[in-house]
Structures are given as C-alpha cells and as structure tokens.
C-alpha cells in the first residue's frame, strides 16, 4: 500500500542546476499538489492539478513548473535552481471534492 | 481568505495525561477538517477526517471534534504517550476550492 511516493529523499544542487522531483500515487485520486515547508512559514501551495490534464499555481509559483504526466503522476521542475528554494518539498493527492490529503514522505533540497 | 491558527505553538505535558489541540478557522464555509501528525524531518500523515455534516471522528485515544458555525475543532489525545510527541497540524479545506488551508501546527513533547 504505497499511497504517494516521492523521488529522491535528498538533493544537494548547485545554484543555477535544473532537476525534477518526481511524484507518483497509487488511490486513483483525481488531484495532485506540490507544497513547500520552511521553518516559521508553514506549508505553502506551489502547484496544483485538479484533474488530469489541468494544473494552476498556488502561492509561491515562481521559479517552479509541473507537469501532470498521467493521472498517477505529478512532477515538479527547477528550471534554474537558487539557494531560496532550499526547502522541503512534499507532494500529496486527493480525491476530488471532499476527500482528505495523502502526502508523500518528502524530498530535502538543498540550494548551494 | 480561510485562516487557520493553532496555539499554542508548543506545549510539554507530562506522559499520562490527556492532550488537547485547538484549532480556529475564520471562515465556517468548510467542505472538512484534517488533523495530521507530523515527525521530525519525515512527511504528514492523516490522523482524522472530519466532513462538515459530522461532530467528531474517532480512532483509538484520538478524538476530534468540529464545531463549524464556532470556527473551531479540537483534537483530543488520552492518556499521553512519548510517542505522541510530534507536531500537529490542523487543515481545512474551504468551499470553492480544493486547497488546504494549513495552520502552523502544535508542536508537542510528552515528558516521561
């Protein structure tokens, strides 16, 4: 029972460097979110993906894009990665309308 | 805009006695409420999910309840453990949307 699986655990980037965090469930869920989480600010809305096929952005869309590849997966890019994106990044999905959250384990990023 | 506050944002209680978490959100047009745990360094999982039209929720020494038209949920814990210390995040989910609205959380620490 995996329930959302993120890839990788850890990444150290240089400052300038690309990379995509993968994000993958397994419920069936209809929609997809990628959240950061930094000391003293909470968990804030990057992305979202409705429903296959849409997504929009949250609070802090910059310097971020996605892509729903399918309904089972939601990755999040960094075109040019910089040291204030040092964060942790979780993804979580939902069944559409009033389902609760499932989040993944979370992926540490580390900007130097 | 929903704001969700949890306070206080730290607290210790002694192994054994009972736990109680508050949350407030300021807008009462909710679809749910979702309390979550979280441990150091690791992602969130679900404790409870409680739909608008419920009172409260139940699972093992957990117990939440909602109280909508007050803007208020409180998720109790008996007879504390020194598992349970962690932090506990409370969300609300607003009509109109299938956004998260995260509180900071409560971060507990149960003293053997």
């Given at each position: 029972?995996?329930?959302?699986?993120?890839t990788?655990?850890?990444?150290?980037?240089?400052?300038?460097q690309?990379?995509?965090?993968?994000?993958?469930?397994?419920?069936?869920?209809n929609?997809?979110?990628?959240?950061?989480?930094?000391?003293?600010?909470?968990?804030?809305?990057?992305?979202?993906?409705?429903?296959?096929?849409?997504?929009?952005?949250?609070?802090?869309?910059?310097?971020?894009?996605?892509?729903?590849?399918?309904?089972?997966?939601f990755?999040?890019?960094?075109?040019?990665?910089?040291?204030?994106?040092?964060?942790?990044?979780?993804?979580?999905?939902?069944?559409?309308?009033?389902?609760?959250y499932?989040?993944?384990?979370?992926?540490?990023?580390?900007?130097? | 805009?929903?704001?969700?506050?949890?306070?206080?944002?730290?607290?210790?209680?002694?192994?054994?006695?009972?736990?109680?978490?508050?949350?407030?959100?300021?807008?009462?047009?909710?679809?749910?409420?979702?309390?979550?745990?979280?441990?150091?360094?690791?992602?969130l999982?679900?404790?409870?999910l409680?739909q608008?039209?419920?009172?409260?929720?139940?699972?093992?020494?957990?117990?939440?309840?909602?109280?909508?038209?007050?803007?208020?949920?409180?998720?109790?814990?008996?007879?504390?453990?020194?598992?349970?210390?962690a932090?506990?995040?409370?969300?609300?989910?607003?009509?109109?949307?299938?956004?998260?609205?995260?509180?900071k959380?409560?971060?507990?620490?149960?003293?053997?």
């Amino acid at each position: 029972n995996a329930g959302v699986t993120q890839t990788p655990k850890f990444q150290v980037l240089k400052t300038g460097q690309s990379m995509t965090l993968q994000c993958a469930q397994d419920m069936n869920h209809n929609s997809m979110y990628w959240y950061r989480q930094d000391p003293g600010m909470g968990l804030r809305l990057i992305y979202y993906s409705a429903s296959e096929g849409t997504t929009d952005k949250g609070e802090v869309p910059n310097g971020y894009n996605v892509s729903r590849l399918n309904k089972r997966e939601f990755s999040l890019r960094l075109e040019s990665a910089a040291p204030s994106q040092t964060s942790v990044y979780f993804c979580a999905s939902s069944e559409a309308g009033r389902g609760g959250y499932t989040f993944g384990s979370g992926t540490r990023l580390t900007v130097v | 805009k929903q704001e969700v506050t949890q306070i206080p944002a730290a607290l210790s209680v002694p192994e054994g006695e009972n736990l109680v978490l508050n949350c407030s959100f300021t807008d009462s047009a909710i679809y749910n409420l979702q309390w979550f745990r979280q441990d150091p360094g690791k992602g969130l999982t679900s404790l409870l999910l409680i739909q608008s039209s419920q009172r409260e929720q139940t699972s093992g020494r957990l117990n939440a309840s909602l109280d909508k038209s007050s803007g208020r949920s409180t998720l109790y814990i008996a007879a504390s453990q020194p598992g349970d210390s962690a932090t506990y995040l409370c969300a609300v989910l607003p009509y109109g949307n299938n956004r998260l609205a995260f509180g900071k959380g409560n971060q507990v620490v149960v003293i053997p």
